[in-house]
């Protein structure tokens, strides 16, 4: 009899370890493939993580060890569905980020391959019925049946489908061809041609010696939009695939992926592609063909990271100062932290970062020599950046009657663009600060009654949505709290901006690009390949515009109102204001027309606003790393987020405070500073309500004993989550 140790379904720390279930069958089970258990008097899905022989029965194990021991329902794969990298990965991630390991591979695999009871529902792999001759006489063949035969021998292999003869029944009842079933892949893309490698520059031919040849680790690649990074990873990828290696590149948006592949596809024979806009099908085979070691090199978003390559030498992660490198669900894994782990099983693997504005952690650590810093300083083809103005929004000269949303300069040079058949970007920042509705005579703001944040107001189709959770309600009639039927609207998005450049200029083309028409598939695509195509001629959108894009008509980018970002409590909203006005500057006038950027603001002389509109990074990193500094934040020190939800709201507050004494009297002797407990932005979660601590510390080591400690014993007899976030994006 086996004895095997399983992890079973659910994701919760208190089920963080292996069960026993015994296996009395004669198939062939390893570590690493999935089973069906009982567990609770329910059938889930669990992993198996060891196998003990036993000589014992199942009643002499019981007594050995105490427990009930029932017996597995049946297994599922074959083979491992994770390599034996991975299985080692999992435990470093499960480890660093306190996370329970089911977690962890589920987060690792596609849809089909998930350690889940749900996943056994998803697609399994597709066939293509092929024919092939199989009997050299053919001396019983009518001369219509030889015909076809003869044919069939000349190609070889023959997808049935592709045989206009009704004979083909007949040849194989006679046995003279034979049935065979391929592999089919789901996903098709069109061919591209392949290019010729490009001449380098004396920069770029630097960068790409030092990535292939030196011994550093770590690489960071700074340059600006357009200064041919992309051009540095593609050489670089060339070379390690000429040496028998892998690579793996990482792109921090799905619509970037669309253009990235595009080029990649058009320089390597083979490429897979791995992302969440494919569908289930289509990533189970990519993920299959890298598994079966029939690709060189693999593009794709965050969970890319977790592609089965094998002799990885080397791993790109692009525009490496994007959040969207770190997960913002358990476990929150960061990309680039994966991509370091991955380099101790990858002999000799090269992680390269590419950014115009690196985030201030690897600036820091490019200035202390612990990554090597590699710059490129021009732009390609020398094309200038944007001129830029900066528009003071409190200063009537400004202003007319006209508009209170667009400036007169604004709005001259958008007419101009217009005139000339040139394009517009126009960049609204509202992370976090869409439109809302509040009671005129009350005040009362009107919130997602599940997430305890502001409702959106949608124009179009006149509801409120919550863009936390996804909620939708209509609008009420009068308010809940003083029955007013008098609402307002205060601040404004992409609908509203929309709006307004409808009645300035009725005879442009607008389109509109925000989370709103990124929640179908395939939406953002359609609208930038109609930007692209020049079928419009303003684009108004959320900082997903801002991104990557090489609109090549666009000479006037406009930010309606470059402040929003800044008045979030994040100690990280300076950075992201800077980065997202720098990126969505460079995006006009990147060809041979000259560009021109106008930032609209209250605060025109507030550091980021100047440094963005001068795109000067050091000046940025210079100012910004004295606050950091004063204020004790990243990159002087490390965050980790501590978050208690529960139904009751009185434990959650009880339970905050308890362990916030907990946690002093356990860093007593370390330099660990314990902040809260408090309300985080998120007040309420999934109907819970939750409280947070944040943990600034100088060393890991310091917190991870004491995180673990909790991880492991807290969550078992309380009604309370613990969920912890190492390095997380924001602390409020
Ligand atoms: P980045 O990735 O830094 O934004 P890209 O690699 O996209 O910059 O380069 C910008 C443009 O310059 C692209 O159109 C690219 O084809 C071109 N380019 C880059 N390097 C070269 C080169 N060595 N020779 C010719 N064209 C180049
Ligand atoms: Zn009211
Ligand atoms: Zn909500």
Redesign the pocket.
Known sequence: MLLLGVIIEYAANSLDRPFSYAYNGDLDVKIGVRVVVPFNNRKVVGYVTSIEKTDDTLEELEENTGFKIKEIISIIDKEPILNEELMMLSNDIASYYFSPLISVYQTMLPPSLKPKLSSLNKPKIAYDTYVEVCDENTNDLTPKQLELYLKIKDEGLVLKSDIKSSLVPTLLKKKKIRLVLKEKMRLVLEDVEQIQD????LE?RKAVEEITTQNDKVYLLE?V???????VYIQSSKKMIEEGKTVLMLVPEISLTVQMVKRFRACFSNVAILHGELTPAERYDEYRRISRGEVDLVIGARSAIFAPLTNIGLIIIDEEHSETYKQDVSPFYHALEVAKMRQKYNENCKIVLGSATPSLETKTRALKGVYKQLY?TKR??DSSLPETEIVDMLDWKNLDNESSMFSLSLRHEIKERLDKKEQVLLLVNRRGFSPFISCRKCGKVLKCPTCGLPLSYHKKDNLLKCHHCGLVDKMPFSCSKCQSTMFTKTGFGTEKVEEEIKRLFPNSRVLRLDSDVASIRSAVGKVITTFENEEADILIGTQMIAKGHDFKNVTLVGIVLADLGLNIPSYKASERTFNLITQAIGRAGRHEKRGKAIIQTYMPKHYVIYDSSIQDYNRFFNEEMVYRKEAQNPPYTYLTMITFASNNEKEVIDKSYYFKDLLIAKFASKKVEVIGPSEPFLVRVNDKYRRKILLKYKNYNDISPVLKEIKENVNKSSSIDVIINVDPMDDY
């Open positions: 490009k001449d380098l520059t770029q340059g939009t357009g200064s041919g990074k992309t051009e490129l390609f083809n």
